[in-house]
């Protein structure tokens, strides 16, 4: 079963942010917290990570709850072409094995 | 070129027949993985490997069989396809010298067994 839970669908406007919510609450201490997304049926795109700190990339910023128990990945400028399914991950350093769920399918409205 | 590669892209078939699904990369990553995905459901994995002589079943490994030949390439065999094993197949690549756990997915084979 998947270690994470997401919302199962959310709607954006372009141009605003989108903000996706990740619980995590089983996470442990050496527990990575992956993004991906996946455009129609493509193959998964790597997104962002993080451990304990809020990171930030070209394409989003992950913000990480201080217990480390939820996340938020953001996407500052939302684009029609950031509708996708986005999946949050979970995995222990060292096992390099994902588990997914079914991630939130984030449409952006024109 | 793509780095991560997968052949067939499409790929129908019946049911008993055995198949072959093929992943290559040149990405020099020593890990590889398969995947399937189902209508509406996130990845699940069926098998992964680390180097040539390590092969790991996933969570859905019944009914498949793999093949490290090289380091760069990674097969997923279907014994005896059955029309419950429809579904679109993504291999993976990673590298476990940077350490990270980032996976970089192929384009995706989708499967139809009849």
């Known amino acids: 079963d998947a270690k994470t839970t997401q919302p199962p669908s959310m709607d954006c406007a372009e141009g605003r942010a989108a903000n996706l919510p990740c619980n995590h609450s089983?996470?442990?201490?050496?527990?990575?917290v992956y993004w991906y997304r996946q455009i129609h049926s493509q193959g998964p795109q790597y997104i962002i990570h993080?451990?304990?700190n809020n990171e930030t990339n070209e394409m989003a910023s992950l913000i990480i709850t201080e217990d480390r128990k939820s996340s938020t990945l953001i996407l500052p400028h939302a684009t029609l072409r950031d509708t996708a399914v986005y999946y949050c991950i979970d995995t222990t350093s060292g096992t390099y094995k994902y588990i997914f769920g079914t991630g939130t399918r984030l449409k952006v409205l024109a | 070129d793509a780095d991560v590669t997968q052949t067939p892209r499409n790929r129908i078939t019946k049911t008993g027949k055995r198949i072959m699904l093929e992943c290559s990369q040149t990405?020099?990553?020593?890990?590889m993985y398969w995947y399937r995905q189902d209508p509406g459901l996130g990845l699940r994995l069926i098998y992964y490997s680390f180097d040539v002589k390590d092969i790991n079943k996933g969570e859905i490994s019944d009914g498949y069989s793999v093949s490290r030949q090289a380091q760069a390439k990674f097969s997923l065999s279907l014994e005896s396809a059955i029309p419950n094993q429809t579904a679109l197949y993504f291999c993976a690549t990673g590298a476990t010298w940077d350490g990270s756990n980032e996976q970089f997915f192929g384009p995706g084979t989708r499967l139809t067994v009849l």
């Open positions: 089983t996470i442990s201490g050496n527990e990575y």
């Open positions: 990405k020099g990553h020593d890990r």
């Open positions: 993080g451990l304990k």
